[in-house]
Structure formats: C-alpha cells, structure tokens
C-alpha cells in the first residue's frame, strides 16, 4: 500500500495545473483517445481503486466482546470468578446475569441505531464516461486510473480529481469541498500562476463535486486517496476523538472504582482480622464490591439513550450513536457551516434595480429576456431569473444571440420590437461597464464620465459588499440594420442597472438561532464561503457577527492564539477543512463542548471532531459516515428540540448516577462500620448482591422519569467533582439512619445474626429505593414534581417483593427470617424520617452547590 501511495505521490509532484496539454499528456502517458485496456489494468494494479479510504466495520461477535471491557463489568466478572471459585453458585449467577443484561442492552440499542443509519446511506453514481481504445465507454467509478480521459456532462459527479483540457459552459458546484454559494466556471488553458490554492485553479475539478452546466472532458490526474476527497477519508479514518460524554462517564467509573477498592481492601481487614475467616471475609468484601459498583450504569446509560434516541426518530432525527444524545444536551457551541445548513442551497434573485439600487421592474424585464432567448446551456442565475416570476414577451422577437465566453465574462440577445432591434446584455459588472457609454436614471439617459463611473462603481461594490452576486445589465437600441450580430455590437451600451443573486437563509433559520440562544447555546459559523457572503447572512439571521476571522488569518496564529481568538470571534470564512477541524479543537481547549452542523466534504473533519456531529440525509457520503446525528429533513428547528431531548435523557442519567453513588457509599460505610462493631458480618454476600439486584431493576424506570423544565434551560456538561461531593454530602445520612436501624434492631428486638440481616436488608433496599423521589428533582417531590407511573409502579413493585421475601420459601435460600409486626412500625418512621431529612439537606446542599 505505501508503495502505491509513493507512486502516486511522485505523479503529485508534477504541476499538472499550469502545464500545457501536451505536457500532461506526456507525463501521464495517455492521449485524448484515453488508455486501452491494458494500460488500465496495469495502472489499477499500481494505484489500487478509485475510492476513499473507510474504516473497517468490526464483526457483531467483536462488537459484544469488545463492549466487556468496560471497567465496570471487568469488575462484576473478577467477582463472579472469585464468587464461582469458591462455591458460591448463585452469587456468581447473580452477578455474571447483571453484567450481561447490562452489556447486551447496551449493545442491542447501538447496533439497532447504526443499521437505522446505514439505511440512510444514499448510492452515488456507480459509473463515469471515459475513453477506452478510444472509443467512449461507461466503466465504474472505482475503476478510474490516473490518465483516463473522463467526459463530463451535467448532472456528473466528478469521479476523480480532473485537468480539465476542453470545456464549453462548464460549471462545477464545489460547495461540498470549499463552501461556495456559487458554481464555478471552469476552464482548460493552463491556471495562473499566481494561484497558489488548488480549490481556486479554474482548470481543475475535484472528486466529489458536481457538474451544473456543459459539457468538459478532463484528464484523470488523482485517484482515491491521494485526491483532495480520498485524503479527508483516510485523515478520518485515522482520527479517534473522545467526546464528552465518554470522558465523563470514564472519570466516574473510576472515581467509582477508587472508592471501591479502598473500601474493600479495609473491610478485608477488618473482618479477616476480627473473626479468623479469610474466605468469608473474601466474599463478604466481594459482595461489598458489587454493591458500590454501579453496575447497571451501562445498562441504564444504554435505556436512556435508546427512549432519546426513539423520541428523537419520532421527529425525523436519526441517532446513529447513541452517545452523542447527551452531548447534544451538554453542548454550549454550536459551530455550523452556511451554504445548505443556514441557507436554502438554492440561488435565487433577491434583488433588481436601477444603478442607484432602487427596484426597478424593467430591469428585471430586460434580465428576463435576456435568460428567456439565450440557447446556451442555462446555468444557474438563469434559472434563477425566469423562476423569480414569469413576464409576458410574446412582443419581442429573438433575432440574434452573442454567446457567453470566458474571456468577455457577458453574454447579449439582439431581440425585435415595433420595427427596432434591441441588443440587451448581462454579464460581470466590469465588463458591462468597459462597454457602456450611457447609463439610465428615471428615465433620463445620460452620459458616463470617469468621475460618473467611479459612482456607479460605488453603488455596484456596495451590492457585492452585502454579499450578493451581482451582473449588470444593459441594452442598446438600434434601427433595424442587420440580422446577424457579433462582439463586436457590445458597444456604446446603455447601462440599465444590477440584478443581485444570494443563496437566501432558511425561513426557519433566524427562529431556530434565537431557540438555541435560549437554551445557552452560542452559535459561531464556520463556512469556506467568502466573507462578504457570509457577514450578510449571518446578519439576515440574527447571528451577531462578534468579529471575523479568516483561514488565511488562522494559518499565521499559534494554537495558544486560536484558543483566544475563537473566544471572541463568532463567524470563520474562506477555512478550508482542516482549519474547521482546528478551530473545534481549539474550542476544546477552552473546555467547551462542541457541536458541529453540516453537509459537505469540507465538513468531515470538524464533524468527526465535535463532541456531536450533525448531518442531514442528503449530505454528501463521507458528511453523514462523520455525523453522529442525521437530520432526515433539512430544517434546524429538530436542533433545539433535540438539545431539549439530550438535557432530558443526561437528567435521568445523573439521577441514577447521584443516588446510586450516594447510597452505595452510605451503605459501605454502614458495613464498614457494622463489621467493626458486630461479632457477625452485618449481612450475608448473598444478601448483598440480592439488594443491589432489586435496587437496580426499580432504576429501570428512571428514564421514563420527567424533568423539571428549569433543568431543561442550559446545558449540562459532566461535572464529576459534583457528584462526588453529593456522594460524600449525602452517602453519611444514608448511614445514619442505618446506625438506627442496628440500634433499633439490637436494643428493641435484641435480633439473632439472622433478624438483623433481614431488618437490614429490609431498611437498606426501602430507603435506597424510595430516596429517588427526593433525589431525581430539585423541588418538592410529588407537590412541586411528579415523578412518571412507571418510575412510582417500578419502585412500588421492587419494595413489594423485598417485604414479601422473608415470608415465601425463599426465604431460606437467602437467609432471612420472619420480623416482628412491631419492625414494621419502626420501619416505617425509619423511612419516613430519612427522606424527610434528605429533602432538608437537598434544599441546603442545593442552595451552596446548585442542582446538577
């Protein structure tokens, strides 16, 4: 493979840009009969196929096993193993079975989601014209080899990056690659030499854009990886980015662990030492283990994000990984390209006017017939004039037209009308105006003079300042003297006035922009369209352009420069794709978490490196392979209901994620503590795993849970050093009000190592089951905050079958006995007085720390 690569390489050196036709055909060793067979297949076997570079899907059986890596049920397996080891059957089956439905679920949802996306992949255009032994023929694009010769009509994508050696009208939309609102004109003479940038050579075009108007044909001078297309692939293919949501979810699980294993290794000690019994104290410590882990929190993790993504697909966004539902929610900028994402992708007429930019309606007229009459291919600004509205011409004649070329930038119809001929003309400003010797004002023709000239160059620069595309348009009026015009009738024109093209923005865009500002979302735009364009949309939008940067800017500063700059810049023009990638890097920097929108090539790279990137169905292939998130229609108002969903599905992730640390931590100090005082182990490993197996399976629930809509109204990055102050703030009191129940246990009942067990594990698995309702809002449960059904039945239902245990025969497999009614009573006041004093302490806590 790198030898191929080195060969093509050695072909990339050539200046095939700025050489002349022969040369090129030289060095490539081909002709404008194209290559035989042969020669093709001699070159396929060196350069390999025409295609981008893709990263290997992994086999299903590989994606399951890679998902038992996570640190938590490496963590449920070590158990398990010791657990088997030594004989304990049904804890190690209790824990093995957390671990898989916690691993399978997980899998099941994110594998459903990526075939949902693959289904969306849309087929590009399989086969390309080329010169084969001469003669035109329809190969596969994947078979296109350096020195074929590629006919180009419109509709073609482009196959592989081209020299273009003939062409006639021939316009390229490269918006994909570079973000420009416009076609570009193509040419097949050798490029200026003054032209460093390879997007801005006019005789080249590029894999992955497409024909809008003529007809080319071009030499095949880079194939697969080595053209501007296949080298973002293969810069992709390499990149591996750790978005927020996974650092976030990494730092917990460890803080987790660290807890755990300092935890276990003292109560170890302890009960090793106090009772002799190393194998007991062993599994004892092990059940301790599986108890603080959180080991649904993949599981859960996995549920959430599945009814995310679900209520997301319900509004025509598909998921196709499911993390980065969250951080959709987290996401506090919002980095978005222009052309097509905050624009119609569509050219329209906005404006026409006199030369004065006042509206003027015989301006359009004359526009109008201009478009109407000419039979050359129709590009896209003369499509754009007859749809803006259709005029009744049927009183003018064509008599003659003078074609569009390159060298004049200007194309003229001559046209008759009540016994005259009038020749009217559009085209670039600059040209119309060398060819102009009056210009009409309310009516009055007057002349043109150097100083009138520089005004009327002023008003014109002001339509182009604005963003627009702008042609001028003039007309001269004539007795009827001729039926055949040429160039050279261009003169002594009357300029008539402008008319201004743009790529307007969405109706939805400016309501959608002011929603997301709501939610805390900063918008910063990020485009390879010019600057001019992009000032004007983005003040049509809402956006405040809060400084501009270009990439040629950007490509002067250091790293540490950038990270300042992007702080107080809030729209990015001319980037190319790996300035878009840095700019989202250097955001990182700073510690924000980054969304990236758009649809073309030159967007691959920032999508790939956003915490969430998002797409839209008919992007471009290696757009939506980036994405994270595709938008089945091409609107932004599912962008704010979909930050709302990703704050809503992290909310009841950190539910789980409070609570169960929190509890977990009190109830290994209550054994810590327990082992200390208790001549027997506080409760039976057995015990252990069946409590933390209840306890996980009323979470179920959670993520039908509602959430509070002032929760809903910023963004929620992970905050791992706030969870581990609400665990230590709030695991103690759990462990207070066990303390009681041991005293209420042993001064009141004076319970045998059995009745204790059960009294505790009774105490434990209420109070860690109940405390959800205080813990999963900020307000007053159930009067200021109704949790939903099925969170109140779930929990209900797991406290249910914890009362029932002790009186069923399965009582004696777990150890448990029968308590007296009068526990019951005591219970109730235990539980009762907890989540009294759980919610006190919230309030307090809340008001020092906030609510996360």
């Not at 439905?101 to 099941?108: A, E």
């Not at 084969?132 to 080899?145: D, S, T």
């Not at 609107?635 to 709302?644: D, H, R, Y």
């Amino acid at each position: 493979m790198d030898n191929k690569l080195s060969l093509i390489s050695g072909l990339s050196d050539f200046d095939y840009a700025r050489c002349a036709h022969e040369a090129l055909f030289e060095k490539f060793a081909t002709s404008q009969k194209g290559l035989t067979d042969h020669e093709a297949r001699e070159r396929l076997s060196v350069y390999g196929y025409n295609e981008p570079a893709k990263k290997k899907k992994r086999a299903v059986l590989f994606e399951i096993l890679s998902r038992f890596l996570n640190p938590l049920v490496i963590v449920l397996l070590v158990i398990a193993g010791f657990s088997l080891f030594f004989g304990e059957k049904i804890s190690a089956l209790l824990v093995v079975l957390m671990a898989l439905i916690s691993v399978l679920l997980s899998f099941v949802q994110e594998h459903r989601a990526g075939r949902e996306a693959e289904k969306l992949s849309e087929m590009v255009r399989a086969t390309a014209t080329v010169y084969r032994n001469g003669r035109a023929r329809e190969i596969p694009i994947r078979e296109i080899v350096p020195g074929d010769i590629v006919d180009l009509f419109a509709g073609d994508m482009i196959p592989a990056d081209l020299r273009i050696i003939f062409c006639k009208d021939l316009f390229i939309n490269q918006a994909s690659l570079t973000g420009e609102s416009f076609p570009v004109e193509k040419t097949a003479g050798p490029a200026d030499p003054k032209t460093q940038s390879p997007v801005d050579m006019t005789n080249i075009a590029f894999m992955g854009s497409s024909v809008v108007s003529g007809t080319g044909l071009g030499v095949a001078v880079k194939t697969g990886v080595a053209t501007q297309f296949g080298e973002l692939s293969r810069r992709l293919a390499s990149i591996q980015i750790e978005s927020s949501f996974d650092k976030g979810i990494r730092s917990f699980t460890w803080l987790m662990i660290r807890f755990m294993l300092i935890l276990v290794v003292v109560i170890f000690a302890v009960n090793a030492f106090l009772r002799g019994n190393i194998v007991q104290a062993l599994l004892f410590s092990l059940a301790v283990a599986v108890g603080l882990t959180p080991e649904m929190l993949p599981m859960l993790v996995a549920i959430n994000l599945s009814k995310g993504a679900l209520a997301m697909s319900k509004k025509d966004v598909i998921v196709k990984r499911l993390n980065s539902i969250q951080n959709f929610g987290a996401m506090n900028v919002l980095c978005t390209d222009k052309t097509g994402t905050l624009t119609l992708d569509r050219i329209v007429l906005e404006k026409h006017c006199d030369v004065v930019r006042q509206e003027d309606d015989e301006v359009l007229k004359l526009a109008f017939i201009n478009s109407y009459y000419q039979t050359g291919l129709k590009n896209i600004l003369d499509r754009a004039i007859l749809k803006h509205e259709k005029l009744k011409i049927e009183d003018y004649a064509k008599i003659d037209e003078i074609p569009f070329d390159f060298s004049r930038k200007m194309m003229s119809v001559v046209v008759g009308s009540e016994g005259r001929h009038t020749l009217i003309s559009k085209g670039a400003p600059e040209e119309i105006f060398k060819r102009c010797a009056t210009y009409e004002l309310e009516g009055e023709t007057l002349e043109i003079n150097q100083m009138i000239l520089t005004d009327l160059k002023e008003e014109c620069d002001r339509l182009s300042a604005e963003g627009f595309r702008v042609l001028a348009v003039a007309y001269r009026s004539m007795d009827i003297s001729k039926e055949r015009y040429t160039k050279d009738d261009e003169q002594g024109l009357v300029l008539k006035g402008y008319i201004a093209f743009l790529d307007p923005p969405k109706p939805t865009t400016k309501k959608t922009i002011e929603a997301l500002r709501r939610l805390g979302i900063e918008l910063k735009v990020l485009t390879g369209d010019n600057e001019l364009v992009t000032r004007k949309i983005c003040i049509d939008v809402g956006i405040s352009v809060m400084g501009l940067a270009t990439g040629d800017a950007i490509d002067k500063i250091s790293d540490e420069e950038l990270a300042e700059l992007v702080e107080v810049t809030s729209v990015f023009a001319r980037l190319s794709p790996l300035q878009k990638e840095r700019v989202i890097r250097a955001l990182h920097r700073n510690k924000h978490v980054v969304g990236y929108l758009g649809d073309g090539i030159n967007d691959a790279a920032a999508l790939k490196a956003a915490d969430v990137g998002i797409s839209v169905n008919n992007a471009v292939d290696i757009a939506k392979e980036s994405a994270d998130i595709i938008l089945l229609k091409k609107s932004l108002i599912v962008l704010a209901e979909g930050v709302t969903e990703g704050r809503r599905t992290f909310g009841n992730i950190l539910k789980y994620i409070k609570m169960g640390s929190s509890s977990n931590f009190g109830n290994m100090i209550s054994m810590t503590g327990a082992s200390l005082c208790l001549p027997f182990l506080p409760m039976l490993p057995i015990q252990i795993l069946l409590n933390n197996f209840l306890y996980d399976l009323s979470q179920i629930a959670v993520p039908t849970d509602e959430v509070d809509d002032e929760y809903l109204l910023r963004s929620r990055p992970w905050n791992v050093g706030y969870i581990k102050k609400f665990m230590l703030f709030f695991g103690p009191i759990s462990s207070v009000f066990d303390f009681v129940t041991f005293g209420v246990l042993l001064f009141l009942f004076n319970a045998s190592p059995k009745l204790f067990h059960t009294g505790w594990f009774l105490e434990s698995l209420i109070t860690q089951t109940l405390v959800i309702y205080v813990i999963r809002t900020g307000k007053i449960p159930f009067v200021e905050s109704r949790p939903s059904p099925f969170l109140m039945f779930s929990s209900i239902y797991i406290v249910t079958i914890g009362l029932l245990i002790p009186f069923t025969p399965l009582s004696k497999y777990f150890g448990f006995v029968q308590p007296p009614p009068l526990y019951f009573a005591a219970l109730v006041c235990i539980v009762a007085a907890y989540l009294w004093v759980v919610q006190t302490v919230k309030s307090k806590f809340i008001d020092k720390y906030g609510y996360e």
